[in-house]
């Protein structure tokens, strides 16, 4: 019960082993600041899903915020020319405000590659993605979508820039139904129709998927193609079996431009691993340049918590004023050496559950019968 | 506990209603038909377990997972915006989202209008769309004597076949958007119980299509 990795909690320990995994494939550690400039997170709300975030002034008065992403803080720590693709890894605490609450901290591990970013980095990513999902250990789904697949298509489609929220909520929502009813009201043509209905209907093992899609124009059959390649490679490798295409995973076309991905754990209600590739962001922050990451919040672990343990402790060691303090050392000593765990009390305490008691008897302790 | 397929319903008529599609689809479960108290509900045989919530509790039950599918009216998913599948509209509980007042009731746009409610987010949200500078009183019932009592100028609230208004001396002004039951489901949930899921879905669907045949 006493070694290091059986304190850890699950969470703790799934920190170190994702840190070692990242390292492993050469993405470095970043450590950064408890708080950035205000500003930073403001010209970006939407990247982080127009979340607040909790603000203080520092001595001379410029606006900081708790960080609530670590993305946006390793865009900015990059040079604005990268001649060579950084890859780079972080284990941080972020901020944020969880629907109708207060603000949580969030224990995120990710890692983000930043520079001239081609098929062979996506499939890395995505891989490290499905790795990290496999250590967790139960049941899981690493989902694949394309941003750029589905803005095509509303182009294609020559739906109204305004309608863009609209038209995504209901492919987030697998809501067939309103899309229909969307499609007839805004007259759009038959094939575009149905292209549109298919990002709802199609959704599972990528071979079933992919050719359920004709391309409406150029950009539409350069983006299918780019899904087919990425299955096609992760597939070789063997690690397609998890791997699902499914266009609800979506996130801001403000940012996000290609490949964008989440996983889910059985028993986990929502999706524990999120990323993508968001060039946009970078270009907006700068840099001349494209980006692929993904972040797990190792948080949502706790709805993976296991039967609560029995024992608080093994043993309980009661003493009283009689006792010499050396004695209880010394005792204490031998049931650690056995890899026990003791709480000393001079009384039972009420809530303590405990597998054994011992009382100090003539310096010794003796099992309470 | 993982390998049912956990099914949250809404308490009362609707609930009934649909649970009785759902056992036309295969998904029946005769101890919920006993009549007793309990509020959950197991067929070992499908394995699929029922339970009866609070109709505004469905979606939580569904978005936090403890449901894997539930059935909501659109006008709860449109007040709590949970982020869930809605995966079927399921043509029960159809009523209306209004905007009702008391008969010949003339708005003055000068002042702030009072809105009594059981559905702020959605009242904002429509007044919103529109400018309009509102004051929102939320009730949780009998929200139709508000105006009666000056309390507020008018109400927004779902009107199913329009007698409550009627025997109330209230007339609807504007429809804010059609209600009605929907199939929704947990996305992670959705994931792992996929086959369960696309068979019920397959089946409420030929359900639904044969009654609007009919």
């Not at chain 1, 969470?11 to 500003?39: H, I, P, T, V, W």
């Not at chain 1, 284990?91 to 591990?109: C, D, M, P, S, W």
């Not at chain 1, 950009?219 to 299955?231: G, R």
């Not at chain 1, 005792?331 to 054994?356: C, G």
């Amino acid at each position: 019960m006493c070694d290091i990795t059986e304190a850890l909690k699950r969470d703790e320990s799934l920190s170190f082993e994702l840190r070692a995994l990242y390292n492993k494939y050469g993405y470095k550690l970043f450590k950064m600041s408890k708080f950035e400039a205000y500003d930073l997170y403001a010209q970006n709300k939407e990247f982080l899903g127009g979340e607040n975030m909790i603000t203080f002034t520092d001595n001379k008065g410029t606006l900081l915020a708790l960080k609530p992403d670590v993305t946006l803080s390793i865009i900015k720590s990059l040079p604005n020319d990268l001649s060579e693709v950084q890859k780079i890894c972080y284990n941080e605490n972020v901020y944020r405000q969880q629907k109708g609450a207060g603000f949580k901290e969030i224990l995120q591990t990710g890692l983000e590659c930043v520079g001239e970013i081609d098929l062979y980095h996506t499939v890395e990513v995505l891989s490290l993605a499905e790795m990290s999902l496999k250590k967790i250990g139960a049941p899981y789904v690493l989902e694949i979508s394309h941003m750029g697949l589905i803005l095509a298509a509303m182009e294609a489609c020559e739906i109204d820039k305004r309608d863009y929220d609209e038209v995504l909520g209901y492919i987030k929502a697998k809501n067939q139904g309103q899309m229909r009813a969307f499609c007839q009201r805004e007259k759009i043509f038959a094939q575009g129709s149905k292209t549109l209905l298919t990002f709802i209907t199609a959704f599972g093992q990528w071979q079933k998927v992919v050719n359920q899609f004709v391309p409406l124009n150029a950009k539409m059959a350069e983006a299918i193609d780019e899904l087919k390649n990425i299955c096609q490679i992760l597939s070789t490798v063997g690690i397609d079996k998890n791997i699902r295409l499914d266009f609800s995973c979506l996130n801001d076309l403000n940012y996000y431009n290609g490949i964008i991905f989440q996983g889910f754990i059985q028993g986990v209600p929502h999706h524990i691993l999120s990323g993508g590739r968001y060039d946009q962001l970078a270009q907006k922050m700068g840099k001349n340049c494209g980006a692929i990451g993904f972040a797990i919040s190792l948080n949502e672990l706790d709805y993976l918590a296991k039967e609560k343990e029995k024992y608080d402790v093994d043993v309980l060691l009661i003493y009283d004023e009689t006792t010499d303090p050396a004695d209880i050392l010394k005792a204490i000593a031998d049931f650690t050496q056995n890899k026990e765990s003791v709480s000393v009390q001079k009384n039972i305490p009420a809530k303590l559950k405990y597998r054994t008691v011992y009382t100090m008897k003539n310096g010794e302790a003796k099992k309470y019968e | 506990m993982s390998n049912y397929l956990n099914i949250a319903l809404p308490k009362g008529r609707l609930g009934e209603k649909v649970y009785a599609m759902f056992a036309q689809a295969g998904f029946d479960c005769a101890e919920i038909l006993s009549g007793s108290r309990k509020l959950i509900f197991e067929n070992e045989e499908t394995k699929v377990r029922y339970f009866w919530a609070k109709p505004t509790d469905v979606p939580i039950y569904v978005e936090r997972g403890a449901a894997d599918i539930g059935v909501a009216g659109k006008d709860i998913l449109l007040e709590y915006d949970p982020d869930v599948y809605e995966l079927m509209d399921l043509n029960v509980g159809i009523c209306r989202m209004c905007v009702a007042a008391p008969k010949g009731y003339h708005e003055d746009t000068q002042r702030t209008l009072r809105v009594a409610t059981k559905f702020p987010h959605i009242a904002e949200n429509f007044y919103k769309a529109k400018s309009r500078d509102i004051d929102i009183i939320k009730l949780n019932g009998s929200i139709e004597i508000a105006p009666i009592l000056n309390l507020s100028d008018v109400i927004v609230d779902i009107v199913e076949t329009g007698t409550t208004l009627k025997e109330n001396n209230l007339e609807v002004v504007e429809t804010i958007i059609p209600i009605s039951a929907r199939l929704i489901a947990n996305k992670s949930g959705f994931k792992f119980k996929d086959e369960k899921i696309a068979a019920l879905l397959q089946s409420l669907n030929e359900i639904l299509t044969k009654e609007q045949e009919k």
